[in-house]
């Protein structure tokens, strides 16, 4: 079964930064596609950005030219820097690797 580890959440004012960190303990890392959802209260649940096995990324509208997607194979780890943040980003943040799901963290943004 694969493990995950998911950091990097918090409350954090309107404009700031945050960058979120998904480890999983899954063989052959390099080989998966990988990416973010999101789900706000009462709101369906939300692809958010995708980063494939030759690091090619791809984000939803709404947050190209804030957010960037990452990865490094060699600490299995997986990357999502959000800047220029605003209250319509509050959300549970869930990552995916391949076919398997991080837990979740929570994103507030508020003054």
């Known amino acids: 079964q694969v493990q995950f580890a998911e950091s990097g959440g918090g409350l954090v004012q309107p404009g700031g930064s945050l960058r979120l960190s998904c480890a999983a303990s899954?063989?052959?890392?390099?080989?998966?596609?990988m990416g973010w959802y999101r789900q706000a209260p009462g709101k369906q649940r939300e692809w958010v950005a995708s980063?494939?096995?030759?690091?090619?990324?791809d984000y939803v509208d709404s947050v190209k030219g804030r957010f960037t997607i990452s990865r490094d194979n060699a600490k299995n780890t997986m990357y999502l820097q959000m800047n220029s943040l605003n209250p319509e980003d509050t959300a549970v943040y869930y990552c995916?690797?391949?076919?398997?799901w991080g837990q979740g963290t929570q994103v507030t943004v508020s003054s």
């Open positions: 995916y690797v391949g076919k398997n």
């Open positions: 899954v063989s052959f890392f390099r080989i998966y596609a």
């Open positions: 980063i494939a096995s030759d690091g090619s990324a």
